[in-house]
């Protein structure tokens, strides 16, 4: 995201995933649903299209794709 100038648009990405991960780097499903998590990212791009692009329609399609691939369906 650096390379691309959207650096700046994380600076407060770790703290709003503080949790999401285990000291090991393995999600911590215990503490919140993976659908979740990837809802939550779809929304934090969205944000950065929104800003870069003036549209979010760059990040649609992201929560189907990442739930498709590592779930087997959509949702």
Do not use: C, P, Q, S
């Not at 692009?53 to 794709?65: C, H, K, L, Q």
Request: glycine letters at 18%.
């Amino acid at each position: 995201m650096g390379r691309l100038g959207w650096g700046g648009h994380f600076g407060g990405l770790a703290a709003r995933l503080d949790g999401v991960f285990g000291a090991d780097g393995t999600f911590a499903h215990d503490r919140l649903r993976f659908v979740d998590f990837v809802d939550d990212v779809e929304e934090l791009l969205e944000e950065v299209a929104r800003r870069e692009r003036g549209d979010e329609e760059a990040a649609d399609g992201f929560e189907e794709y990442v739930l498709r691939h590592y779930t087997g369906d959509g949702g």
